[in-house]
């Protein structure tokens, strides 16, 4: 039998890129023929998985360039989910916050980072650790009426959050280059199912990446005017508003924009595509030891995307508040709109990078929401559901990513105001929102799921005082509503 020892020749084969660790394991018979050792064959992808997880620790401590290039490694699902968050709809949500109440609500940016990081953690840790969706966990406990019930909410609330994001975009786009809303709202849905149907994720994915940059755009805005920064830091930790009725819809919707459904949701399921892509990479719950640097890997590329996401919010409530509610506008219907009331106030330079910040960030969402849509749909019903897959192989995971963005685009043909449609998919986020995240919560402390894994009691706490804060949430939106 072949021994591999710990000399500093085998870890220079260790460390060496291997295409399949499958060719290191064998035994040599009495005659000196090499035959298969199973046993050996899963010690090694063993070793091979447990190196990989624990290569970029080492990597860090090298030269300063290739500290940036393993972070930039690092950072991927959480990134990406983080940055979606900052929709059109959303984009629109922040503005209004800003326009209608200047720096008084710059605070609830602080409120919801903790939350949503733990939140958006339990997704990640769900998918990684069981290599599973998170309906695809949950159907294993729930009823199947409540998961196709949630699902379908799921759904519905997301083809809205389409419909709302395209108008803004083909909108956007229209402002900066002339045009009709419509036809570029058309082209920029294609444009979405024709990458995602026909480019495989990993090629995909670096491009979605890529992508987040684009909501630098809005921290240039911010210093294209003048911010009286002492006033906004003291509003950020002392409001002094006024407490009414719009006040706390507005922090409703605020709230509702920043944890989303639809995030869960994608960032579950790109852990597991992610997993997919290193052949050598199995579910974290099927190791007999290891893991951690994973689940640090998860931690860091979440708090990360999350804290981003927020900042960004930050400085679109800061810029709107600084020009638009100085200057008396009070009242956005939309993104585009918040972009073409800059104009006049704060010049063409701030109106543009706002725009176009707009149609980038549009291009990175309404792919999160109709994958995410499909996602669960297809987990729901035992689809194949991976944007790896060719259109043949997995015809119902593409189906619905297509019928999301069409029937969006199509809402966005009916006479329906914008702002009230941004409001339904609020309402019907933050309805589908909470139950979701109790179940994912039960899900992320059951041992019988996520093995050793289980939720430290700190990201349990976090996590369902994240619930917590959601179920008031939809409860104030409801008298809002209604009072």
């Given at each position: 039998m072949v021994v591999i020892g710990h000399s500093r020749a085998n870890q220079d084969v260790m460390t060496t890129s291997c295409p399949d660790p499958k060719?290191?394991?064998?035994?040599?018979?009495?005659?000196?023929?090499?035959?298969?050792?199973?046993?050996?064959?899963?010690?090694?992808e063993l070793l091979f998985e447990l190196h990989a997880m624990n290569?970029?620790?080492?990597?860090?401590?090298?030269?300063?360039?290739k500290r940036r290039n393993i972070l930039l490694r690092l950072l991927g699902p959480g990134l990406v989910t983080g940055a979606a968050d900052d929709d059109p709809s959303g984009i629109a949500t922040y503005s209004q916050a800003g326009a209608q109440f200047g720096y008084g609500l710059l605070w609830t940016v602080f409120l919801t980072t903790p939350f949503m990081i733990a939140?958006?953690?339990?997704?990640?840790q769900i998918g990684r650790v069981t290599g599973k969706g998170i309906i695809a966990n949950v159907r294993d406990f729930a009823p199947r009426w409540l998961v196709i019930f949630l699902v379908t909410l799921l759904v519905t609330a997301n083809t809205f959050n389409i419909a709302a994001d395209l108008a803004a975009m083909g909108e956007a786009l229209s402002l900066v280059i002339g045009g009709l809303n419509h036809e570029h709202a058309l082209i920029f849905a294609a444009t979405s199912v024709l990458l995602q149907v026909f480019v495989r994720y990993r090629r995909y994915a670096p491009a979605l990446k890529f992508l987040?940059?684009?909501?630098f755009l809005y921290v240039a805005t911010t210093f294209t005017v003048h911010i009286p920064w002492g006033e906004a830091f003291a509003r950020a930790v002392w409001p002094a508003a006024e407490v009414n009725r719009d006040y706390l819809l507005m922090?409703?919707?605020?709230?509702?924009?920043?944890?989303?459904?639809y995030l869960f949701f994608w960032q579950a399921s790109q852990e597991v595509e992610e997993m997919k892509q290193k052949r050598s990479r199995r579910p974290l719950k099927e190791l007999p030891r290891g893991g951690k640097p994973e689940i640090e890997r998860i931690a860091l590329d979440t708090s990360v995307g999350m804290a981003f996401s927020n900042i960004i919010a930050f400085f679109i409530i800061l810029t709107t508040a600084a020009v638009l509610n100085a200057g008396g506008i009070t009242d956005i219907q939309s993104a585009a709109q918040a972009a073409e009331a800059l104009r006049p106030l704060a010049g063409d330079l701030t109106f543009i990078l706002f725009a176009l910040g707009i149609i980038g960030t549009g291009l990175l969402a309404v792919?999160?929401?109709?994958?995410?849509?499909?996602?669960?749909?297809?987990?729901?019903?035992?689809w194949p559901a991976t944007l790896e897959a060719r259109a043949p192989d997995a015809v119902g995971f593409y189906s619905i990513i297509a019928a999301a963005t069409v029937v969006g685009l199509a809402l966005?043909?009916?006479?329906?105001?914008?702002?009230?449609?941004?409001?339904?998919?609020?309402?019907?986020?933050?309805i589908?929102?909470?139950?979701?995240?109790a179940m994912m919560m039960v899900v992320v402390t059951r041992q019988s799921v996520m093995g050793r894994f289980t939720a430290k009691p700190t990201l349990a706490l976090f996590g369902w005082a994240g619930t917590a804060l959601m179920a008031f949430t939809v409860i104030a939106l409801f008298w809002s509503l209604i009072g």
């Open positions: 060719i290191w394991a064998f035994s040599l018979s009495s005659d000196g023929k090499v035959a298969a050792d199973h046993k050996n064959l899963a010690i090694l290569l970029p620790t080492a990597e860090l401590k090298k030269s300063p360039t939140i958006q953690l339990v997704s990640a987040t940059l684009v909501l922090i409703v919707a605020v709230l509702g924009t920043t944890i989303s459904p792919p999160v929401l109709a994958g995410s849509a499909a996602y669960g749909v297809s987990e729901a019903f035992g966005g043909y009916m006479p329906i105001n914008p702002i009230q449609m941004l409001i339904w998919s609020a309402v019907l986020n933050g589908v929102a909470v139950p979701i995240m």
